[in-house]
């Protein structure tokens, strides 16, 4: 699928999170990303258009949470990206009856190298803004010890939704525009009813895009009403949009 990626000149791309009851755009594009569970919502878009998926989904999240497995299993995507992994991880994808699947891995660091392609030098603030919010003992014994020991920077990562956003800048760079539908910033349920979007991640989401600066995602568009205020990511109007 790699190869195909470099075919997609000036086309749309749209990544799919799985807030409730959100306006997806009808377009029709090569690639669609999704976070967690909203692979399932990705099948409209393969039935639709003849997209193709690329799953994204936190390993921890799919070898813990059956109803991800399940939505997985249902979607069968064509790609699925697997967050915070290592390689030994590609096997457990495989017993969910993924055989035929592209199975890429991005482990904890080049899962935080996707943040600071996106934000840049600012994302020494959003660091020290989240260090500040955990305290002064989080701060001692765990971030301090993290720089200097393994850097896996668990605490730096954001939602799924949001990775895949980057990832979508940053491996479709000719892309026309990338457009958002279901990453909302706010927590709540998932639009499946199982699983839920915690406050603790939507914190961090917000901060993430108060750092984030315009001027590296001017491509980037949503349908969710949150994301355009609180994020200041600019409406999609360039189209329909239909529901699930």
């Known amino acids: 699928?790699?190869?195909?990626?470099?075919?997609?000149?000036?086309?749309?791309?749209?990544?799919?999170?799985?807030?409730?009851?959100?306006?997806?755009?009808?377009?029709?594009?090569?690639?669609?990303?999704?976070?967690?569970?909203?692979?399932?919502?990705?099948?409209?878009?393969?039935?639709?258009?003849?997209?193709?998926?690329?799953?994204?989904?936190?390993?921890?999240?799919?070898?813990?949470?059956?109803?991800?497995?399940?939505?997985?299993?249902k979607s069968h995507p064509d790609e699925v990206v697997l967050l915070s992994a290592t390689g030994t991880d590609r096997e457990f994808v495989r017993t969910l009856g993924l055989t035929d699947v592209v199975i890429t891995i991005i482990n904890f660091r080049a899962r935080n190298q996707l943040m600071w392609r996106a934000l840049g030098i600012r994302i020494i603030l959003v660091m020290m803004e989240r260090l500040w919010f955990r305290g002064l003992k989080y701060l001692l014994l765990d971030a301090v010890p993290d720089f200097f020991g393994k850097r896996d920077m668990l605490w730096l990562s954001g939602s799924t939704g949001l990775d895949a956003t980057f990832y979508a800048l940053q491996h479709f760079p000719e892309a026309r525009e990338v457009i958002s539908s279901g990453i909302g910033l706010q927590e709540g349920t998932h639009f499946s009813g199982s699983g839920q979007f915690t406050s603790k991640t939507a914190k961090a989401d917000r901060t993430t895009m108060k750092y984030w600066p315009y001027s590296r995602r001017k491509h980037l568009s949503t349908t969710d009403d949150a994301l355009h205020s609180i994020g200041k990511v600019p409406k999609w109007q360039s189209g329909t949009t239909f529901f699930a």
Do not use: W
């Open 1 to 73: 699928m790699n190869s195909s990626r470099n075919t997609i000149g000036e086309a749309q791309i749209v990544v799919l999170g799985s807030k409730p009851n959100a306006a997806l755009p009808a377009v029709a594009v090569p690639f669609v990303l999704t976070a967690n569970n909203a692979c399932e919502l990705g099948v409209l878009y393969r039935q639709k258009y003849g997209s193709k998926i690329i799953a994204f989904v936190p390993i921890e999240e799919l070898r813990n949470r059956e109803h991800i497995q399940d939505s997985f299993k």
